[in-house]
């Protein structure tokens, strides 16, 4: 068990729709990082959050958004969704405050299919 | 920009034998950090080891070691008296500073034969 907690595990709904994914960091962790696993583009940075504030930006088409909040949860919103959108979306954490560890640990993921 | 290249898409290796896989990048930061992970069929990914670029040491966590070649920028994984439960994608991925982004390379599927 990284510590890091995603949900849902599982997605499934239709092209035009809107839904929002939530990661959970480890207990101390800073940063959030989002990344996109699809079968044609692999393991693709999205976006990093560290303290609530946007700090880079990969691969996030202007149809994604994501959130940090106080609590340091994060949520990854997608809207207008296609096909092309299915993928297994992971976050992953570190930066701790308190050991400073800056090794990413990944959560289970969200399997969202698009129909 | 960094790229990490996976140049082996499938292995396989008897149970008990060794097997490396291969991975090269290339970067002009002379500060970085090299990660393999492992994705089993439950999709998780899973830290198996990780090497800063300024220790000249290989990094070994138990059955797992690298071969961290600064100079030819290549980072391999050895993995020593193979296990059914090694069955997995294994990515290698880059880091350029503490807390940046991870850049994978394409995986290595690996499958060990019993």
């Known amino acids: 068990d990284s510590g890091v907690t995603q949900t849902p595990k599982h997605l499934i709904t239709a092209t035009g729709q809107r839904v929002t994914l939530r990661c959970s960091p480890r207990?101390?962790?800073?940063?959030v990082y989002w990344y996109q696993q699809s079968l044609d583009q692999g393991l693709q940075f999205l976006i990093q959050y560290y303290n609530g504030e946007e700090r880079a930006k990969g691969n996030i088409l202007e149809r994604f958004s994501a959130q940090q909040f106080p609590d340091l949860h994060s949520e990854l919103n997608l809207s207008s969704l296609e096909l092309g959108d299915s993928a297994l979306y992971f976050c992953?954490?570190?930066?701790?405050?308190?050991?400073?560890?800056?090794?990413?640990?990944f959560g289970p993921g969200t399997r969202l299919l698009v129909l | 920009a960094q790229t990490v290249t996976q140049s082996q898409p499938e292995m396989s290796v008897q149970e008990a034998e060794t097997v490396t896989l291969s991975c090269t990048y290339d970067?002009?930061?002379?500060?970085?950090?090299l990660f393999w992970y492992k994705q089993p069929p439950s999709r998780q990914m899973i830290l198996v080891i990780r090497?800063?670029?300024?220790?000249?040491q290989n990094a070994t966590e138990n059955r797992f070691s690298v071969n961290f070649q600064k100079a030819a920028k290549s980072f391999s994984l050895k993995i020593s008296d193979s296990q059914l439960g090694d069955a997995a994608m294994y990515f290698c991925?880059?880091?350029?500073?503490?807390?940046?982004?991870?850049?994978f390379g394409t995986g290595t599927r690996l499958t060990i034969i019993p």
């Open positions: 207990s101390g962790d800073l940063s």
């Open positions: 992953a954490s570190s930066g701790n405050s308190r050991t400073g560890r800056t090794t990413q640990y």
């Open positions: 991925a880059y880091r350029r500073g503490k807390n940046e982004k991870l850049t």
């Open positions: 970067t002009s930061e002379s500060d970085y950090y």
């Open positions: 090497q800063e670029a300024y220790k000249q």
